[in-house]
């Protein structure tokens, strides 16, 4: 039998830059409107997938000439609701697809993050994954009462801590330590729940967690670090790593960094995944798909474009000189503690970093990225599972894909559940039932 992948939706920004008014979007319902949730819940669910994907930021992007005017006139990175209430309506509609929900270890508290996650593991019956994520943003930052962003390094080490006290909070209580006697009154045994007592270099938590274990006992991680440091602090607490669109031998080469930093922990690399995002455009002909996967370009104006690249790297571009280099501007950008791995990185892989480039050929990539369309897959379901098969045989036959982004919605996810898991179960490479009841569960399965 041949390995079988995984796939999730993410769903983050189904509302945002643009993708709500092309062409097979919804019309007459807008975001937050519950329905469009509810729908795609149903979609995703008849197609078997393992987990809607929401991620986050808490902050409108207002690095772009220092203002969030253009991301909020054109929904770049906004609006954004805290989704754990949307994700427990769906979850009492639902019976098997799983959620994953974003808070980030540098602004929360981890007994906070710990308690809720309990709870809405209790309310999907064990189907909860949680994304840490080591935060970036300078507009999150600011609402958080930062002044500056966290250094790089620290940001990891911060999230590191953060997992260890959530764990620790989840084997506070013994699965067993509740009673519930009638009889004689009792509730849980004194001696199965214990503090915790964590002194740490960024936290101070006595616990224990006032509640009872959850299905899951652990949510599932995940954690999507791609920087040298990034990759270790996935590889000491991720269940399933994200990882980011890129060239399938730089996927290959984090998959081997993954592997060995898995190793150094003493983890099996054989028991963690990658789901590697994707956005993927199926349709009847490749004709159709790549004319559709075109219209990205024209979803967000100029001005939106520079308040999506600068609010994601952190870096204000409407201040780029006539002329500069890639690996300057690279080095500009980590001397303030922002995300060289990101934006700047991307056009690197396939540029020289040494030589020159303009202002005007630098925006002309921008966009690509900015819109997603530099990693759009589009094509028929045929050649669209060839080109996941290929890279998931490549990169070791473990995890699966992160299907994020999509261009429109419900067409696009209607399309890969039509289209593309029936020619993936064809190949044997796509499960035609849910496994088990637990999220942890289908994603070892």
């Excluded at 980590?334 to 020159?356: G, M, N």
């Excluded at 982004?405 to 044997?428: A, C, I, K, S």
């Amino acid at each position: 039998m041949k390995p079988q992948m995984h796939l999730a939706f993410d769903i983050s920004w189904t509302h945002m830059e643009g993708r709500w008014r092309l062409p097979g979007s919804w019309s007459g319902r807008n975001f937050p409107d519950l329905s469009i949730y509810r729908e795609i819940a149903s979609i995703a669910e008849r197609g078997l997938i393992d987990m809607l994907f929401f991620g986050d930021n808490t902050g409108i992007p207002n690095t772009w000439r220092g203002s969030p005017d253009e991301a909020i006139r054109y929904g770049v990175g906004f609006p954004r609701h805290d989704v754990s209430p949307i994700l427990a309506i769906l979850s009492q509609e639902t019976k098997n697809i799983g959620f994953g929900l974003t808070y980030s270890s540098t602004y929360m508290h981890p007994f906070y993050v710990a308690r809720l996650l309990n709870s809405l593991d209790h309310v999907t019956n064990g189907r909860i994954a949680f994304n840490v994520v080591a935060s970036a943003s300078r507009a999150a930052a600011e609402n958080f009462g930062f002044d500056e962003l966290m250094e790089h390094n620290s940001r990891y080490e911060r999230l590191e801590e953060f997992i260890e006290v959530c764990k620790k909070l989840w084997d506070s209580v013994a699965p067993d330590a509740f009673v519930w006697d009638r009889d004689t009154g009792l509730v849980a045994d004194p001696a199965k729940i214990h503090a915790i007592n964590h002194v740490g270099h960024f936290f101070k938590v006595k616990g224990p967690l006032a509640c009872v274990p959850s299905p899951q006992h652990h949510p599932v991680i995940l954690q999507a670090g791609g920087s040298p440091r990034g990759i270790k602090a996935s590889a000491r607490v991720a269940d399933m790593v994200f990882g980011a669109g890129k060239p399938l031998k730089l996927k290959v080469q984090h998959r081997t960094e993954l592997d060995a930093a898995l190793v150094d922990c003493g983890r099996d690399p054989a028991s963690v995944g990658v789901l590697w995002e994707v956005i993927v455009v199926v349709d009847e002909t490749e004709a159709e798909a790549k004319r559709r996967a075109g219209q990205l370009l024209n979803a967000i104006p100029f001005e939106g474009v520079g308040a999506f690249i600068s609010g994601n790297t952190g870096y204000d571009f409407s201040k780029l000189p006539k002329r500069f280099k890639l690996a300057d501007l690279n080095a500009e950008i980590a001397a303030r503690q922002a995300s060289p791995v990101a934006l700047v990185h991307r056009i690197a892989l396939a540029e020289d970093a040494d030589a020159e480039m303009t202002r005007e050929e630098f925006f002309e990539k921008a966009v690509k990225i900015a819109t997603g369309y530099d990693k759009v897959i589009a094509g028929t379901a045929a050649q669209i599972a060839d080109r996941l098969e290929e890279e998931f045989e490549a990169t070791g036959s473990r995890g699966g894909f992160m299907i994020e982004h999509p261009m429109t919605t419900p067409r696009d996810f209607l399309n890969v559940v039509d289209y593309l898991v029936p020619e993936l179960q064809r190949r044997g490479r796509y499960r035609k039932a849910y496994p088990a009841a637990t999220l942890r569960e289908n994603l070892a399965g």
